[in-house]
């Protein structure tokens, strides 16, 4: 009958929307496992916070590094595991984050259930609808470690070469000083502010026996140089100096040549003396052989 066909009709819509919702769900269900899988395969994964900022969702690699429960690091109990100097900075930096709407970029560290602190960049980005309206936040944290490591072996390095006693100093290829460690002040008197800018050989008056033009030329083709060179102080006193020249090409930026050089008039000075020394005892063996022959 109509009536039943009606009915019928019915039916169908309801299982329709039925299989509509199960395959939604199932599909859902599937593109979760693959956020999961995508999330976890990051070192210490992504994480998903509310529109108020409070975390809803942690991957389990971070639950892993930290030994947090599923029921701890809901809302900021995550906060917990970061070290006491960060902390509140921390804490801080994401409250004006959430209350700004901004792109959320930090760098912190956590105890990790090994007893070590961790060092982790967090970066998050905020979710909108289609008004515009922020409904959520997602980010990532990421392994730093190797990072950061090579960050403070650069500085230790930095710092080191900023105190030996040796002069090191940059210029550009073509250009004048970019850098002046601790040691060229105290070999040549010239501070930072007078090398500042200026070409090295119009500064120290370098002079070598053949000219100095030919160390551009072998930096250009080897990339290094190394070699005695005679400078000017401040003061006017001319040193010898044994200098090393590492030509740094960047694609970003223009070559730069590092210099390392290290005073070696004292020993010049005492070579100088031995070899007038040796002369003046072949002179006198000669002058003696000469006396000899005459008697």
Same mark, same amino acid.
């Given at each position: 009958?109509e009536?039943?066909?009606? =009915? =019928?009709?019915l ?19 599937? $593109? ?18 509310? $529109?108020?900022?409070?975390n809803i969702?942690?991957?389990? $690699? ?14 900021? *109990?995550?906060?917990r595991t ?11 930096s994401w ?26 960049l967090?970066?998050?980005m905020?979710?909108?609808? *289609? ?43 073509? *250009? ?7 040691g ?13 800018g200026?070409?090295?050989?119009? =500064? ?81 063996a000669?002058?003696? *052989? ?6």
């Open positions: 009958s009536h039943d066909l009606r =009915l =019928l009709d039916y169908l819509v309801h299982a329709t929307d039925t299989i509509e919702r199960i395959r939604t769900v199932e599909e859902l269900r599937q $593109s979760e496992q693959l956020y999961r899988g995508i999330g976890d395969s990051i070192p210490y994964g992504i994480w998903i916070a509310n $529109s108020r900022g409070h969702y942690l991957s389990d $690699s971070f639950c892993a590094l930290t030994g947090l429960k599923q029921a701890e690091w809901g809302n900021s *109990g995550w906060m970061l070290h006491p100097d960060d902390a509140e900075p921390t804490r801080l409250e004006e984050c959430v209350r700004t709407g901004g792109v959320w970029e930090r760098e912190y560290r956590v105890k990790g259930v090994d007893g070590e602190w961790h060092p982790i967090a970066r998050g905020p979710v909108r609808d *289609g008004a515009g309206k922020i409904t959520g936040w997602v980010g990532i944290n990421l392994d730093i470690g190797n990072r950061v490591r090579t960050r403070e072996l650069a500085r230790r390095q930095a710092q080191m070469l900023e105190e030996t006693h040796d002069a090191i100093f940059q210029w550009q290829f073509d *250009g004048g000083m970019i850098n002046w460690n601790r060229a002040p105290r070999l040549y008197g010239f501070t930072r502010v007078d090398a500042q200026r070409a090295p050989r119009e =500064l120290l008056q370098t002079r070598r026996e053949g000219g100095v033009q030919g160390i551009k030329q072998i930096l250009q083709r080897e990339g290094l140089w190394n070699g005695e060179l005679r400078h000017r102080t401040k003061d006017g006193r001319e040193i010898v100096v044994d200098s090393r020249m590492v030509l740094w090409r960047n694609p970003d930026s223009p070559p730069i040549v590092i210099a390392a050089n290290r005073d070696i008039s004292d020993r010049k000075a005492a070579e100088e003396a031995l070899r007038e020394s040796e002369r003046k005892l072949r002179d006198q000669q002058e003696l *052989g000469q006396q000899l022959i005459a008697s």
